[in-house]
Nanobody, 125 residues
Framework: VQLQASGGGLVQAGGSVSLSCAAS????????MGWFRHAPGKEREFVAA????????YYTESVKGRFTISRDNAKNTLYLQMNSLKPEDTAVYYC???????????????????WGQGTLVTVSS
């Protein structure tokens, strides 16, 4: 499977960015998906996850109400809409696919077997 993330960039605090992740190589709709981020000097952090048919989503507390994860199985694409951005949201954002075709969401990177290359989001104050 290949995951290609895009959409990052430089944005002012309070602004919005939309990330996309195009998937190929495996049946996209069979796997739950997630977004993670890695900020300088910090460990990789779970951001959001979504079930196979979008019935269930889960967010880390710091982004609840500001970020929205979604997917379009017909387009094999995962999205992350990021609103009300803060400087502390600055990071490289990675999309990831669960290792096994399960609907159960996970916040653990070890449960994800495929990763995109990452896209940088920089939020200026």
């Amino acid at each position: 499977v290949q995951l290609q993330a895009s959409g990052g960039g430089l944005v002012q605090a309070g602004g919005s960015v939309s990330l996309s992740c195009a998937a190929s190589g495996r049946t996209f709709s069979s796997y739950s998906m997630g977004w993670f981020r890695h900020a300088p000097g910090k460990e990789r952090e779970f951001v959001a996850a979504i079930s196979r048919k979008s019935h269930t989503t889960y967010y880390t507390e710091s982004v609840k109400g500001r970020f929205t994860i979604s997917r379009d199985n017909a387009k094999n694409t995962l999205y992350l809409q990021m609103n009300s951005l803060k400087p502390e949201d600055t990071a490289v954002y990675y999309c990831a696919q669960r290792s096994t075709p399960r609907d159960l969401l996970s916040t653990s990177p070890s449960d994800y077997g495929a990763w995109g290359q990452g896209t940088l989001v920089t939020v200026s104050s």
